[in-house]
């Protein structure tokens, strides 16, 4: 199994600009997390999937944010406007049985907002 | 409190020594645990889960104390490939949502 794809690998946009980045997860994991990851703020949980359906969203920033999963193997992780301080490490992982097994994770898309 | 924390480090430890950190968590009605590895610029990966009763996987032991609310990770006989991040990981549910808290992690390197 390939693991988690990601992509782009890496990101460099303009502020005001739209940034979409892209996850297939795990073959036959019924579950999708996206995450972000800052120095100051560590690793945080911003959505997450079961048979693709949303289930909790409450970490997603503000409305600028937005997540879909049109089917199981695709998500997309939207921000519209970007700003400088959305420049993060996005992450991608997917499970089984949700947050009490092992999430494995994509390589991450590294994102810059000048 | 914040609901998850660790010590962010560094702990510089010679090859060869023991070295254990923790991780306080503040929902009491946390239901399971991990420990995750992340290598400098690379994802976090499954380190072991934490069990109730203790647990251990070669050079590595979790511990859980629930009257106190932390988990503990030692390492015994350090290797220099031991060098990384340690990410703690806490869930609970939350309104039958669940609620994945990762700790900020804490640096080891070991020193040769």
């Known amino acids: 199994d390939a693991g988690v794809i990601q992509s782009p690998r890496h990101e460099v946009t303009e502020m005001g600009q739209e940034v979409t980045l892209r996850c297939k997860p795990i073959?036959?994991?019924?579950?999708l997390f996206w995450y972000r990851q800052t120095m100051m703020r560590g690793l945080e949980l911003l959505i997450y999937?079961?048979?693709?359906?949303?289930?909790?969203d409450s970490g997603m920033p503000e409305d600028r944010f937005s997540a879909k999963m049109p089917n199981a193997s695709f998500s997309t992780l939207k921000i519209q406007p970007s700003e400088p301080r959305d420049s993060a490490v996005y992450f991608c992982?997917?499970?089984?049985?949700?947050?009490?097994?092992?999430?494995?994770f994509g390589p991450g898309t590294r994102l810059t907002v000048l | 409190r914040k609901e998850v924390e660790q010590d962010p480090g560094p702990f510089n430890v010679p090859e060869g020594a023991t070295v254990a950190f923790n991780c306080t968590y503040s929902?009491?009605?946390?239901?399971?645990f991990f420990w995750y590895r992340q290598d400098c610029r690379k994802e976090p990966k499954l380190l072991m889960s934490?069990?109730?009763s203790g647990n251990e996987d070669g050079r590595f032991t979790a511990q859980l104390n629930r009257a106190s609310q932390y988990i503990s990770l030692l390492i015994r006989d350090s290797k220099l490939s031991d060098s990384a991040t340690y990410l703690c990981?806490?869930?609970?549910?939350?309104?039958?949502?669940?609620?994945?808290?990762f700790g900020k992690g804490t640096r080891l390197h070991i020193l040769p």
């Open positions: 992982a997917s499970s089984t049985s949700g947050a009490y097994n092992e999430q494995f």
């Open positions: 073959s036959g994991h019924d579950y």
């Open positions: 999937f079961n048979n693709n359906v949303p289930i909790d």
């Open positions: 929902n009491s009605a946390s239901q399971s």
């Open positions: 934490v069990y109730s």
């Open positions: 990981v806490v869930n609970f549910q939350e309104n039958r949502d669940d609620k994945i808290i």
